[in-house]
Every structure is written in structure tokens, then in C-alpha cells.
């Protein structure tokens, strides 16, 4: 990040280029990249949007499968990072209750949700199953695992589901642990400030809303 001061001694924060209307406009995420030599993989993406007075804040989960594999090498210059499905991703918008439930589990106090029922999100087009479940073998971690298919006619179910290891696990619980006042209240008033907002664009989308 760079810092430019301007005539009237104010400082303008830049990042990578942008100005601070586009910064205010950006959503930070979580994300955990788990790509694999046989293209299997997958990546599971998390960032937050407070409550309001008139929204209950949510935690937007967004899976993908692994689209292609690494190739090239840095060596010779030609590194190809492998590429995610995001074009047919899963949303699902976690509420204050379905984050607690998966709280339990990645602080270790249940071993799945719900027994393994996992969260059930029922919405006009999808039906949508979360499940979230700790393991010690054969490999120790959270197993997220989540299933959604149409309600039309002929609609294949659609699974993604990825490891997360103990460390990645830690790390998503404590995150959503501290983000539970933003769900419930919001943004403390003495921190929010006003978005520049350019009359002549139309307001940016915050989420494509495929659940709820």
C-alpha cells in the first residue's frame, strides 16, 4: 500500500492502483485454496456483510471445484497457477445461527453439525445441505461438505467439498467467532463512514444471492 499526502496535508490511502471510492467498495475475503495434481480440488471463500437497521448480517460461503491443474514451472518463467470453477460456484448465506453451529464444531465442542444432519437452507429454487465435520483419520481436520440441487425438473445435485486441516480450521473459527457482534449489531457507529458514491454509476452488486 502507498500513501499520498494532498495540498490541503490530508493522506490518500492507494492500493494497487486504486482510488479510495474503489477501496470502500472492496470486500476483503477468506479464502482456502486447495488445488491438486489431478485437477480434484477445490476452494472455499468466506467474507461478511454487518447487520443494519433494517438487514440481519450474514457470512457468505462461496465453494468452487478445481477447473485445471499447475503447470509450467517458475523456473523456466512459464508457471500456470491451477483455475477454479467459479462460474458454477455454490452461495449459501450463513445467518447468525447456522455460524454458531459451525463454530461447534471447529472449536472442537461437537464432532458435526446436528449430529450429521449438517444446516438444511430451503429457498424457492435450491434445496441446500451444509454439513460441517471434525476427523482424526486419515487425516486430521474439518471436512466441509455442501450439497445443492434445483427444485426443476431434472436438476443433478451439486457437491463440493474440501478439508480444511487443523490449522485452517483454527484460524475460520476464531474469524467467525470474532464476527459475531457484526452479525448481531453491525458496525459500531463511531467506525462507519460514508461510502463515496458516484450519482452517474449505478450502485455496485454486494453478492450474487444464489441462497436466500
Known sequence: MSSNTNENGQMADLEYGQDVAQQRNFS??????????????????FDIT????????????????QRS????????????????????????????NDVCQMLSVLNGKETSINEGKG??????????????????EPVRGCFLDVSRRGKS???????????????EA??????MEQSLSLLAFGVPREYRR??????????????????E
Request: hydrophobic share 35%; glycine share 8%.
Open 28 to 45: 476483503p475475503a477468506l479464502s482456502f485454496y486447495h488445488a491438486n495434481s489431478k485437477g480434484t480440488g477445490s476452494v472455499a471463500s
Open 170 to 175: 483454527y484460524g475460520l473459527g476464531m474469524v
Open 69 to 96: 491443474v499447475a503447470t509450467g514451472s517458475r523456473e523456466q518463467g512459464n508457471r500456470q497457477h491451477a483455475t477454479f470453477d467459479w462460474a458454477n460456484r455454490i452461495v449459501v448465506k450463513l445467518n447468525f
Open 119 to 136: 444446516l438444511y437452507h430451503d429457498t424457492r429454487d435450491w434445496t441446500t445441505i451444509i454439513n460441517l465435520s471434525s476427523q482424526t
Open 50 to 65: 454487518p447487520a443494519t437497521g433494517d438487514r440481519d448480517g450474514a457470512i457468505f460461503m462461496k465453494l468452487a471445484q
Open 153 to 167: 425438473n431434472g436438476d443433478q445435485a451439486t457437491k463440493i467439498r474440501i478439508l480444511l486441516n487443523p490449522h
Open 194 to 211: 460514508a461510502p463515496a458514491v458516484d450519482a452517474s454509476q449505478p450502485a455496485p452488486a454486494m453478492h450474487d444471492e444464489e441462497d
